[in-house]
Antibody, heavy 116, light 110 residues
């Protein structure tokens, strides 16, 4: 089955760190760009970061210098290391597979809550 | 980069059509044919409905269609059905190897 499964979400204090993971299966992971997209409670979608097949990364301005996207093509996995977390980073984080600047496969998401 | 502008809500009766607009700039929608649309039911995962302005993924009914004129893209849902009631988000390539999403539109089937 073609799917993406996120893990690693949870409750973290402001200023803390968290590492999200996404396990891909059912397709040739190494052939695709991958993205992280987040959705704050009751809000819209916001693209966070993406990474191409070779590891080149792009980020939304609000997370630059704090978040790092990475991938392991041998393990079919995608990660998002989140440091210096802020209350406004609270959201469901989705892992998504990219087509030509569209997102054609989404995971179920993992909730990150930044709160004291 | 600013979010694309969508109307907060739209509605129609079963069988009718509803069109949702998505307004950007020449740096995103107007500059590229990489507009996509996503449907999201409450508590569910977003689903790709349209990509590259007009293309439908396999399995998406042909009641869903997309178009673009200048800096504005549109999604039309024809023959509205109860299951079309959901939030819809547009997205565009943002020109700097990034995506920009729309503000979202809640579609209600009356």
């Amino acid at each position: 089955e073609v799917q993406l499964v996120e893990s690693g979400g949870g409750l973290v204090l402001p200023g803390g760190s968290l590492r999200l993971s996404c396990a891909a299966s059912g397709f040739t992971f190494s052939n695709f760009w991958m993205s992280w997209v987040r959705q704050a409670p009751g809000k819209g979608l916001e693209w966070v970061a993406n990474i191409n097949q070779d590891g080149s990364q792009n980020y939304v301005d609000s997370v630059k210098g704090r978040f790092t996207i990475s991938r392991d093509n041998a393990k079919n996995s995608l990660d998002l290391q989140m440091n210096s977390l802020r209350v406004e980073d609270t959201a469901v984080y989705y892992c998504a597979r990219e087509g030509a600047w569209h997102l054609d496969l989404w995971g179920r998401g993992t909730l990150v809550t930044v709160s004291s | 980069q600013s979010a694309l502008t969508q109307p907060p809500s739209a509605s129609g009766s079963p069988g009718q059509s509803v069109t949702i607009s998505c307004t950007g700039t020449s740096s995103d929608i107007g500059g590229y044919n990489y507009v996509s649309w996503y449907q999201q039911h409450p508590g569910k995962v977003p689903k790709l409905m349209i990509y590259e302005v007009t293309k439908r993924p396999s399995g998406v009914p042909d009641r869903f269609s997309g178009s673009k004129s200048g800096n504005t893209a549109s999604l039309t849902v024809s023959g509205l059905q109860a299951e079309d009631e959901a939030d819809y988000y547009c997205s565009s390539y943002g020109g700097r190897k990034n995506y920009v999403f729309g503000t979202g539109t809640k579609v209600t089937v009356l």
